[in-house]
T-cell receptor, first 115, second 107 residues
Framework: ETGVTQSPTHLIKTRGQQVTLRCSSQ?????VSWYQQALGQGPQFIFQ???????GRGNFPPRFSGLQFPNYSSELNVNALELDDSALYLC??????????????FGPGTRLTVT | RKEVEQDPGPFNVPEGATVAFNCTYS??????FFWYRQDCRKEPKLLMS???SGNEDGRFTAQLNRASQYISLLIRDSKLSDSATYLC????????FGTGTRLTVIP
């Protein structure tokens, strides 16, 4: 086990609603990255948080936002949910960030269904 | 153009075969590369990091070719338990992943 935990495991929301997903990083890791994985696709990078600051963002609209807390746990918030937001949301923790990407360890994911 | 691209397969190989996957990346500033294994409806698990000098772990060998901007994964003596999707990840300070390559090892 990686020691990375996510909650909830599954979630069903209605289009237009808002959702908050949570991630606890592995002990000693100060960086959390969030990914969206649609069925049959690879994980798509949403953003990364390093020491409570956003440290890189992928091609996702502003309605995807996040936070990192002093204990390095993190939240992903999605506003105005759309049907296409249905996916597995993965967080990954790593030891650090910078020029080099450190090895990332994934949590089990939250499966979000938007109806 | 996607940051990282890989052949989605599927690759169907008999037990004991050797199989190789390639993955190309577009950002020449990419510094770090990894191979992950993902089982159906599970999270990706780190298989190995890819170093400039190559990296071998048992039956698995990863190589990096910076000139041609690709990484590869070689699996020797395939086992049934190797059946999974293999994801390559690469980037500078953020990681980007390919779509994954589906491998099925057949008895």
């Amino acid at each position: 086990e990686t020691g990375v935990t996510q909650s909830p495991t599954h979630l069903i929301k209605t289009r237009g609603q808002q959702v908050t997903l949570r991630c606890s990083s592995q002990s000693g890791h100060n960086t959390v990255s969030w990914y969206q994985q649609a069925l049959g696709q690879g994980p798509q990078f949403i953003f990364q948080y390093y020491r409570e600051e956003e440290n890189g963002r992928g091609n996702f609209p502003p309605r995807f936002s996040g936070l990192q807390f002093p204990n390095y746990s993190s939240e992903l918030n999605v506003n105005a949910l759309e049907l296409d937001d249905s996916a597995l949301y993965l967080c990954a923790s790593s030891l650090g960030s910078g020029v080099l990407s450190y090895e990332q360890y994934f949590g089990p994911g939250t499966r979000l269904t938007v109806t | 153009r996607k940051e990282v691209e890989q052949d989605p397969g599927p690759f169907n190989v008999p037990e004991g075969a050797t199989v190789a996957f390639n993955c190309t990346y577009s950002n020449s500033a990419s510094q770090s590369f990894f191979w992950y294994r993902q089982d159906c409806r599970k999270e990706p698990k780190l298989l190995m990091s890819v170093y400039s000098s190559g990296n071998e772990d048992g039956r698995f060998t990863a190589q990096l070719n910076r000139a041609s901007q690709y990484i590869s994964l070689l699996i020797r003596d395939s086992k049934l338990s190797d059946s999974a999707t293999y994801l390559c990840g690469g980037g500078a300070n953020n990681l980007f992943f390919g779509t994954g390559t589906r491998l099925t090892v057949i008895p």
